[in-house]
């Protein structure tokens, strides 16, 4: 098996007040062809004033928080502060009230069938903050895709912080 068996991915580039600003998140438990192994991975980056920041497994980034319910998805991530990048701090608050569409994924690789709940004009609020801690971006992103697939609770319970996580690997 080669496809996630749950995650959660959010994009926006439709921010109210800062046209050109883009959003890509995607968390999910990711297989391995290794005797059937999963681990959390992520990657998500901001485009913001011209500059890439990233937030993702391979950049050294790390969750500080994730709650998912059936209202919103809140998430805060640390990116990691090298010679390359700078660090930053940014809170997501994704509204799961938005109408879905239901769409097709594989099944056990041999078909397709609808059961992927895809919304496209949900909202997120994004504050994005300097290594000082001070806000250098607050606003809110329209016409977001949102996709909250399977147990994503298991993300939660794989966080770092979490100390009876099972796995070795941690968001």
């Known amino acids: 098996r080669s496809f996630p068996s749950l995650w959660i991915w959010i994009q926006t580039n439709s921010f109210r007040n800062n046209p050109g600003t883009s959003l890509f998140v995607s968390l999910a438990r990711i297989p391995t062809p290794i005797f059937g192994l999963e681990f959390p991975g992520f990657t998500a980056a901001v485009w913001h004033d011209k500059e890439l920041i990233p937030f993702a497994t391979w950049s050294g980034a790390k969750f500080e928080n994730l709650s998912i319910s059936s209202e919103k998805v809140f998430m ?8 390359r990048y700078f660090e930053y701090r940014v809170e997501l608050t994704v509204s799961r009230d938005a109408p879905e569409v239901l ?8 078909k397709m069938e609808p059961f992927v709940h895809e919304a496209l004009l949900a909202r997120v609020h994004m504050r994005l903050f300097n290594g000082h801690g001070d806000i250098i971006f607050d606003d ?14 298991w ?5 770092c912080e979490n100390k009876s996580r099972k ?3 941690c968001l």
Do not use: Q
């Open 167 to 169: 796995g070795w690997i």
């Open 155 to 159: 993300l939660v319970n794989n966080l």
């Open 140 to 153: 809110i992103g329209v016409n977001t895709g949102l996709e909250v697939h399977g147990d994503v609770e």
């Open 103 to 110: 769409l097709y994924a594989p099944v056990n690789f041999t």
């Open 76 to 83: 805060a991530m640390r990116s990691s502060k090298n010679r």
